[in-house]
């Protein structure tokens, strides 16, 4: 399951020593009168910088993620050179990133990185725009466009700020994105193979294992290989494939099903040596 970002994280910046929230202070107690300040907050807060930001972290803390983002952008919009303004920015996409409106959360994240590089939030600006491509992604069945995007992403976030808890977690991110582009390269080389067009499913399969050998399509994949040598007669190759994946990945049972089609011949025994699983498919072909 995909890991929503730390709510709020360390953005409620100044949260502490902010003035509270003049929505309730007039309250007379009953539903109606609460839900007309929420549907007209403007008219009810206080609209200073400070008094719009704290209503909006209030309203992101209450999950009313149309508001806050309303908030934080009317802080932009009527105190463009506060320090709050600048903080703002990243609140609003913050906000629309909960929203699930990441098409706009990313070009909020993109222009606070143009304008604001040297910010002290500046690596968790990458991070979220990164988490923004990232919760886009797809299963294995579909274009994989938006993972390579995010995979992009997260490694910008890994080489800009390499010792940080955000990279940390691009890292894991990145494996996954791995295994997702993996997994659709196993699914169209799968098709191919079913239509007989074997060229093309070797040459998907050939690429998970020499370009996604650290996934766990990677034993699949070779058994497809060896299956499709032996289908087109080439029972040298199969066994080569086959010995590169019982060397690797001897309990696997995907390397029993392939020893077990070349049952009749004789499987090559594992080299002596162990190696990975792309060091052996060198050698080999």
Not at 242 to 259: E, I, K, M, R
């Amino acid at each position: 399951m995909i890991r929503r970002a730390s709510p709020l994280l360390a953005l409620c910046l100044g949260l502490a020593v902010l003035p509270g929230c003049s929505m309730f202070n007039n309250w007379d107690g009953r539903q109606s009168s609460l839900d007309a300040a929420r549907r007209a907050p403007n008219a009810t807060l206080d609209q200073s910088p400070e008094g719009l930001y704290a209503a909006g972290v209030e309203a992101l803390q209450a999950r009313r993620f149309p508001q806050a983002v309303d908030l934080f952008d009317q802080v932009e919009r009527d105190h463009p050179y506060s320090t709050w303004a600048t903080n703002a920015k990243i609140m609003a996409a913050y906000g629309e990133y909960q929203r699930n409106r990441y098409t706009e959360a990313i070009g909020a994240l993109d222009r606070f990185i143009q304008l604001h590089p040297a910010h002290r939030d500046i690596a968790y600006a990458y991070y979220l725009r990164a988490l923004c491509y990232y919760e886009q992604i797809t299963d294995a069945q579909r274009d994989q466009r938006t993972t390579e995007q995010a995979m992009a992403a997260l490694q910008d976030v890994v080489n800009r700020f390499p010792d940080t808890a955000y990279a940390r977690d691009a890292r894991l991110k990145i494996d996954l994105g791995r295994d997702h582009l993996a997994g659709k390269e196993m699914n169209i080389g799968r098709f191919y193979q079913r239509q007989r067009l074997y060229g093309a499913a070797i040459g998907r399969f050939k690429r998970v294992v020499e370009d996604f050998q650290t996934t766990n399509h990677v034993p699949e994949a070779l058994h497809r290989l060896t299956e499709i040598y032996l289908a087109l007669g080439l029972p040298e190759e199969a066994k080569a494939t086959a010995s590169v994946l019982g060397h690797n990945f001897p309990g696997s049972p995907w390397y029993q099903d392939s020893y077990a089609l070349l049952v009749e011949g004789s499987v090559p025994v594992a080299a002596e040596r162990p190696g990975f699983a792309r060091r052996a498919w060198n050698w080999i072909f």
